[in-house]
């Protein structure tokens, strides 16, 4: 790919002519910099969606993309199958940090703050998106933890959370640090466990359709501490631990008097310290070689206050035939260079119905493709 550039580059400075440097040729430099797996290959899929971050996919090949602070919803499709999206289409704007999409009935879901709302039959009104219908609007409209992830469950429901509005506190009221899933209608709302400071991911495992959710720890702990979190829900009222434990093993130092920490429930892997592990999913897919079949792949954000950044990287959680994680290694890393140069964020994972994944970049705007073609199958 360098070599290709360097080509273009030398080619101009003969002509005596201006070089203009794409977006495309941009988003080489990033592609370059990237380390996968023997027989993987990253590209574009589709570029031009500032702060782009949760994915869903719709009917007839659509993933919807959610945004933090930009406040719109996009729709992107590849539909003439030369592996890279068309131009998107402005499906919202104006929200408050409308982070979570989710697709079901042939209506999109968008979880924006305080409120979940909806647009029906949306994949026939793409360039004339409807108005939204709210399902929801008692969430809390703090701010800080306040963007949301938002799944269908195996059970039809709608999954999310509510997060701290602070980075160690105690909050007063109930919905906060919490998990909570209520009925497609918003009716039935149900918080089904609390202690949890931060998850803006999850998924569940295919085996056994238990509910796994990451957990984003607390700041000013130290570089090495707390670790961030995989945590595993069994059952309504579990505790997690937050602001009273860290990781299963670590008491905070302002909250934990009167606590012990043997009285939550700990992660069931623990991550490096503030790699800020975000959108999760385990594949399903039928294109990678059988090795990574139920196998959970990981978007870690990295760091912002680490004296030395980490994280940065789709990292892949290996579980055993226990059904247990026993191993963390890169899928994809390079975002982050040796002197701490950062060139790319990942945020979500989507697997596409041909086995590819997508995965989204809030940094550049950017939804990577990951397509296998490797033998190994």
């Known amino acids: 790919m360098q070599a290709h550039r360097s080509k273009k580059l030398l080619a101009a400075l003969c002509s005596g002519t201006a070089l203009a440097v794409s977006a495309a040729d941009d988003h080489q430099d990033v592609l370059a910099k990237l380390h996968v797996p023997a027989g993987f290959s990253v ?25 933090g602070r930009e406040g719109k919803v996009y729709a992107v499709a590849d539909r003439n199958g030369d592996g890279k999206a068309e131009p998107h289409q402005l499906i919202a704007s104006d929200l408050t940090m409308p982070n979570g999409v989710a697709y079901k009935d042939g209506a999109l879901y968008v979880a924006a703050i305080n409120r979940i ?52 506190c105690n909050p007063d009221q109930d919905i906060y640090t919490s998990l909570v899933r209520l009925n497609a209608d918003g009716s039935g709302l149900e918080i089904l466990a609390r202690g949890i400071r ?46 009273y434990c860290h990781g299963g093993d670590i008491p905070d ?55 030395d950044p980490q994280g940065y990287r789709v990292a892949l959680v290996k579980f055993g035939t226990d059904g247990q994680p026993i191993a963390e290694e890169d899928f994809i890393s390079g975002w982050l260079d040796k002197d701490g140069t950062v060139s790319g964020r990942p945020v979500d994972i989507l697997t596409l ?15 990577y493709k990951v397509t296998y073609q490797g033998k190994g199958h």
């Open 43 to 67: 590209s574009v899929y589709a570029d031009g969606l500032p702060n782009a971050r949760s994915l869903a996919l719709g009917d007839q090949g659509v993933i919807y993309v959610g945004t």
């Open 117 to 168: 709302l909806r647009y029906d039959a949306i994949t026939a009104h793409l360039d004339h998106p409807p108005a939204p219908v709210v399902v929801y609007d008692q969430f809390p409209s703090d701010k800080h933890h306040g963007w949301k992830y938002l799944r269908f469950g195996p059970d039809g429901k709608l999954y999310t959370a509510v997060g701290a509005p602070c980075n160690i």
């Open 198 to 243: 931060n998850t803006v991911g999850f998924d569940w495992q295919p085996q056994s359709h238990a509910l796994y959710f990451n957990d984003n720890g607390r700041d000013y702990l130290g570089d090495d501490a707390p670790p961030d979190e995989l945590n595993r829900w069994s059952h309504a009222g579990e505790h997690f631990g937050y602001p």
């Open 253 to 307: 130092p302002e909250f934990a008097a009167g606590k012990h920490c043997a009285d939550f429930t700990p992660p069931v892997w623990k991550y490096a310290a503030h790699i800020a592990p975000l959108g999760i999913r385990f594949y399903t897919g039928g294109q990678f070689p059988a090795s990574y079949n139920n196998q959970l792949f990981v978007a870690q954000h990295g760091s912002w206050n680490r004296t």
């Open 353 to 367: 119905p041909d086995g590819s994944l997508l995965i989204s970049d809030d940094k550049n705007g950017l939804i």
